[in-house]
Every structure is written in C-alpha cells, then in structure tokens.
C-alpha cells in the first residue's frame, strides 16, 4: 500500500522582500488564471488536466509551463466538484421517486450549486516551475527555485526546517511537487514524500462495520461508540453563531458608514477542535480493532441538506465529510483493510430480515422493525448493515439507490417465505406436546 505522507507549515523566511513581492506577483495572476480555467471546466467542458491552454495570461511567457500548472489544480478542483454535484443530483432523483412512490413529508427540493471561487491563495506547483534543492554551505535547509514572470530570472527562496521536520524527513525523499499557500502570516510551504505501508490485515478477518453521525462520530456494528459532537462542542457551537451573528450585525453597520476593513466573521478554532476530536475517535477505534476489516458508508456530504438553517449550520460545524476521510488515512497508515460501501437506505434497512421502511426509525436514536420486531439502537443497525455490505457483489452492482431498494425487497420476501418454511417444518411448541 502507498501511502503519501505530507510536511506542513514549513514557513518561507520573508527577509528578502524583493522576492516575497515577485512571488506575490506571481501568485495574483496565478490564482486568477486558475479561477478561470476552475470555472470553465464547470461549465463549460470537461476537466482535464492535459488540456490545450486557452486563456491568455502573463504567465504564459513562461512557456506555458505555469498555464499547465493552473490547469492540472483547476481540472482536479471541478472534477471534485463535479462528482459531488452528480452524487448530490442523483440523490435527489432517488429522493423524488421515493417520495413518488410513497408521499411522506414535504416532496424534495433542489437548488442549483454555485461554481467554486478560489477564497484562499493556494499553488500546487510542480518541478517545472517550483523545485527543491538541498542548499550547500548554507545555515538553510533548502532552496526554492521559482519561476517568475520574468524570464531567465527566477528567485531562489530560502526554506528552513524544524527539528521535527527535519526528523519526520531523515531518510525520506520528498516528492518533486509541492503546495505553497498565502496566509495572513506570509507564505507556508507544504511538502510530500511516499511511503510503503504493507497491509497486515487478513482477507479473512472479521468485519466491523462503522456508522458515522453528528450525535455519535463513531458507531461500530459491536455497539461501541467513539467521539460526539454534543456536549461541550455542541455549546460552542452554539455561543461561536451567536458571535457570529453580532459580528455580521456589526459589518452591515460598518460597511454603511464606508468602513472599507471589516471585521471577519469567520472562527476557525471550533473546527480544528471537531477534527481533534474526530481525530482522537478514529485513533481510538483502530486501536480497540487492530485485526479486523472496516466498512464504513460512502457518504456524499454536500448533497444533505436541512429545511431549517440552525441544523444547516450544526451539520457543517459536524465536519462530517472529514470522518471518511480520516477513517481512509487512518488505515491507511496501518496497513488496515477499509472500504467505503454504498450506503443507501442502510439506517431504515432491519438487519434480520432486510425490511425497508421509514417507520422502522421511531426516534433518531431508536430502529425498532415493523415486521419482525427487532429493536435495537438505529446506529448500531446500521453499522450491521455496513458490515454485511462489504463482500455484498449484487449490492455492489447496483447503479442507483432505486435499484438497491428492489435487492432489498426481494431478499426480504425471501425472508418471509423461509420464516413460513420453517413455520410449517417446526409446527408451535404447544401441537408438539399434545399426545397422539
């Protein structure tokens, strides 16, 4: 198994300004550059990487060696979101039809998405217009050799290692391409190398399945629960939108009177609190579980979406799209098996007799099943579910959540006409012990 480990936070000495401004020079037209070609392959084509440049830019003087860059970082960003834009369309076609089918509620709504904008000044360069060269004789680690939009005349930046780095580096080779990313504290290298990871898992070890959510992070199909977003997060959560809301009542007041700086209403410390303890859940998980498969649900994020704007805001402060993310990396770095599967109707599906129906949720935390009777809690049931779907081929090959809910039916029949089979093979205790 390869695994690609990265360096981060690495910072750029800004003691030579001269080249600090060529490279913001460099970075204004860049991300510019990028934007474009980010929305082009949105709208109008298809993404891809190798894409005949067709946008004119002062970086093109540079052989178009910078206008390949923007288009393999472009072409990666619309491929991401085309992807969750055709799960999320998708998931309201299936929506729609079950609510054809079977009206409950208030019928699905779709609103078109919004093409990306680049916020943040981010350029994942390559060796053919950012390389990395060990620097001899020097009190610095590293130079960095950047192209400018000057030919001929490119800047040498100085790059300088931790004692961390430099120890998470020894014997390692890094990787050609690396991440240079503008902050409000200057400019932040980030750096790569691959590794070998051998899988140690057996094909044959059990399966443990594993539910996420926003009340438990993690459920296992064994019961066990890791990490929550109640309690303490859920309480700064709620104090970080009040302040929030004083904040933007604040900006519209400032920006009336012609304030041009106005305050940010952005607070990126509760997220990096959820993912320390997503972080901490995941460790925990693999730690109780170091011999087993995991399953855990394909999840598609950014087509969930709620009616009122207060579970909106909780869902997003959930950080949910980063749990597979970090389950992927976690076994990863193990050398543990993990798959996502499907996990369509997974939390209404009855795991004894694979009956799907909304009513078998009474409650959110509650799966009690309205024909067999099975009780138990709707997180737990649906990590069994996950568990039994890893080696499930015909449910693999199901192309849509449709098809996945006639697999279901006919397996619950199946159920049925086994339970009456062996009604009729075992008659009730009480005929068996009268007399002949």
């Known amino acids: 198994m390869r695994l690609t480990r990265a360096v981060t936070h690495i910072r750029l000495c800004d003691a030579n300004h ?29 993404p891809d990487k190798y894409a005949a440049p067709c946008f004119a830019s002062p970086l ?9 860059v923007a288009i393999q970082q472009a072409a990666g960003m619309a491929h991401s979101w085309r992807s969750n834009y055709t799960a999320a369309y998708q998931d309201y076609l299936d929506l729609l039809a ?9 019928p699905p709504a779709w609103k078109e998405w919004n093409t990306p904008v680049l916020n943040e000044t981010v350029i994942q360069a390559n060796a053919n217009v950012a390389l990395l060269q060990p620097a001899k004789d020097s009190s610095f680690d590293y130079w960095l050799r950047l192209s400018t939009l000057e030919p001929g005349q490119p800047v040498l930046l100085p790059v300088k290692l931790a004692a961390y780095h430099r120890q998470a580096l020894a014997g390692k080779t890094l990787n050609s391409s690396t991440t240079l990313t503008r902050k409000p504290t200057g400019w932040w290298l980030t750096l790569s190398y691959d590794e070998q990871v051998p899988v140690v898992t057996l094909h044959n070890a059990p399966v443990l399945g594993v539910d996420v959510g926003i009340a438990n992070f993690i459920t296992t199909s064994t019961g066990k629960q890791y ?29 009336k009177k012609g304030v041009k700086r106005l ?8 997220a990096r609190h959820v993912r320390q303890e997503i972080n901490r859940a995941v460790n925990e998980l693999y730690a109780d579980h170091p011999e087993t498969q995991i399953a855990y649900e394909h ?20 950080n949910l799209a980063y749990l597979p993310e970090q389950l992927a990396w976690g076994a990863a770095k193990r050398g543990v098996r993990a798959r996502k599967v499907k996990s369509a109707y997974s939390s209404q599906e009855c795991h004894r007799c694979q009956f799907v129906a909304r009513q078998n949720r009474p409650t959110q935390q509650t799966f009690c099943c309205r024909v067999c009777g099975h009780t138990t809690h709707a997180d737990v049931n649906a990590a069994e579910n996950l568990a039994s779907r890893l080696h499930d081929h015909q449910l693999a ?14 397996r619950h029949q199946d159920w049925l006409q086994n339970q009456q089979r062996l009604a009729v093979v075992q008659p009730p205790a009480e005929l068996s012990r009268q007399p002949a």
């Not at 020079?25 to 298809?46: G, K």
């Not at 700064?236 to 809301?245: F, I, M, P, S, Y």
């Open 397 to 410: 090959a199901c192309t849509d959540r449709q098809a996945i809910k006639v697999l279901l039916a006919r």
């Open 227 to 255: 990490g929550t977003f109640h309690g303490k997060l859920a309480a700064r959560h709620k104090r970080d939108r009040a302040k929030r809301r004083r904040k933007a009542k604040l900006r519209a007041c400032l920006k």
């Open 98 to 106: 079950e609510y054809q089918e079977a009206p409950y509620g208030d």
């Open 299 to 318: 999840l598609n994020i950014a087509g969930m979406k709620f009616k009122a704007r207060r579970m909106n805001a909780y869902l997003y402060a959930s």
């Open 18 to 46: 001269a080249k600090v401004e060529a490279l913001d020079a460099v970075a204004m037209d860049y991300q510019s550059l990028c934007q474009q070609y980010t929305t082009y392959f949105c709208t109008e084509a298809q």
């Open 60 to 68: 093109s003087q540079r052989w178009q060696r910078w206008q390949r």
């Open 263 to 270: 305050p940010s209403t952005q607070n990126k410390k509760l």
